[in-house]
């Protein structure tokens, strides 16, 4: 969930997202492809003002688990700080997975205590990613370990807070 005042309509945002080490032509291209679905995501979101893509060369394969996606703002120290309290995951599934089983997240049951059972898929966000709701806000750090503990299920690549998506932007 994305929150703006009126005022934010001039906020310029850039989705900066990483090639594999060599900087190759089709990685590039993928990497730009994924960028501009993720602007697409956040627009859809209800994210307003200038949304630009950039592809950076990334310091390791993006096969490695972590973070293959960055967001930045210029509102002036107005995005959620890493006190704040996230809503969901990005997941990265492994090719052929398919995230739910049974009506069950898959990897959820890597998640300890209640945060884990109360687990939904939200959309798809393209490349075997999808934003993975908790049930209600958590801490940066309890999303943090949810992804640390996800992250251990063999089917699923990668798993990092969305704190991109659910920081609270306003001016005022």
């Known amino acids: ?3 703006q005042t009126a005022g934010d309509s001039a906020a310029v ?18 990497a730009q492809k994924r960028a501009k679905k993720i602007a697409s995501f956040l627009r859809g979101q209800g994210l307003i003002g200038t949304i630009g893509t950039n592809v950076e060369q990334g310091t390791v394969s993006p096969q490695t688990k972590g973070a293959l996606v960055r967001m930045t703002t210029d509102l002036d120290q107005s995005l959620a700080s890493s006190s704040d309290s996230v809503r969901s995951l990005v997941v990265r599934y492994t090719k052929g997975v398919s ?15 209640i945060i884990g059972s ?12 999808y934003r993975v709701d908790f049930a209600q806000s958590v801490s940066a750090a309890a999303a943090q370990k949810a992804a640390n503990q996800m992250s251990k299920d ?15 932007v306003s001016n005022g």
């Open 1 to 3: 969930r994305i929150v």
């Open 13 to 30: 945002t850039t989705v900066t997202t990483f090639s594999d080490l060599r900087g190759s032509r089709a990685s590039k291209k993928v």
């Open 99 to 113: 995230p739910l089983v049974n009506g069950k997240v898959v990897g959820s049951n890597k998640v300890t205590g």
């Open 118 to 129: 109360g687990m939904s898929l939200g959309p798809n966000l393209g490349l075997r990613m």
């Open 154 to 168: 063999k089917k699923i690549e990668f798993a990092e807070p969305d704190s991109f998506v659910s920081a609270q």
